[in-house]
């Protein structure tokens, strides 16, 4: 099984706003990644925040992070047809160059 | 900048036989992963490259996959025979860096096997 969890789907209307959301397990995780996948194509980095941050906000994307409950969030505003996509999350622990992903959450968003 | 570039784009084989995908990494790029993704899953870390050496290989199936990047900058990523299991993505991945430091990952559109 993988240590970072998503829920598999989220379906959003276009102007919504969409939450995606994750949990780790590695509390020694020094950076957190949002990852997007369109179909067809490799990986495209959002967004990442370091542990020691909360939140963090870039254009139509916020990040916030809960060290405590080992919680990721990313917050897409006024989402977008062109948003849908699948979105992974990704922790890469202290001191260990291997990133691990979560099963992605794929986002549908209706016109 | 040409991004990560993988060949080929689909295989479609019969099991027992051999396949093997290229990939040719951002110019500069030291580090050079291999991930595989199954359907409806995330990626996992096959190899990774730091230059022409292996760092970390824990996770490659050695009885039938090997990889290799002889001068340090483009790679191949080998699998004999194919088993029906083996039906995936297989991404490329570069980095600057080794990925820490809050290091971008920058992956190729992958190569989709499948095993009849």
């Known amino acids: 099984g993988e240590d970072v969890e998503q829920s598999l789907f989220l379906s959003v209307r276009e102007g919504d706003s969409s939450v995606i959301n994750c949990t780790y397990t590695?509390?020694?995780?020094?950076?957190l990644y949002w990852y997007k996948q369109e179909p067809g194509a490799g990986l495209q980095l959002l967004t990442y925040?370091?542990?020691?941050?909360d939140m963090k906000q870039d254009q139509r994307l916020t990040v916030l992070l809960n060290k405590k409950d080992k919680h990721l969030s990313l917050r897409i505003a006024d989402t977008q047809t062109g948003d849908s996509a699948i979105y992974f999350c990704?922790?890469?622990?202290?001191?260990?160059?291997?990133?691990?992903f979560g099963a992605g959450t794929r986002l549908t968003v209706k016109p | 900048e040409a991004g990560v570039v993988q060949s080929p784009r689909y295989k479609i084989i019969e099991k027992k036989q051999p396949v093997a995908f290229w990939c040719n990494p951002i110019?500069?790029?030291?580090?050079l992963y291999w991930y595989l993704q199954n359907l409806g899953q995330g990626p996992e870390l096959l190899i990774r490259?730091?230059?022409?050496?292996?760092?970390?290989d824990s996770q490659l199936p050695k009885d039938r996959f090997s990889a290799e990047r002889l001068k340090g900058v483009d790679s191949t990523l080998k699998i004999q025979p194919a088993e029906l299991g083996d039906s995936a993505v297989y991404l490329c991945?570069?980095?600057?860096?080794?990925?820490?430091?809050?290091?971008?990952?920058?992956f190729g559109e992958g190569s989709r096997l499948t095993v009849l």
């Open positions: 490259y730091e230059n022409e050496e292996a760092v970390d």
């Open positions: 990704a922790e890469l622990p202290y001191n260990n160059n291997d990133m691990r």
């Open positions: 590695d509390s020694s995780s020094t950076y």
């Open positions: 925040i370091f542990s020691n941050m």
């Open positions: 110019s500069g790029h030291n580090t």
């Open positions: 991945a570069s980095s600057p860096n080794s990925g820490t430091g809050g290091g971008e990952l920058f």
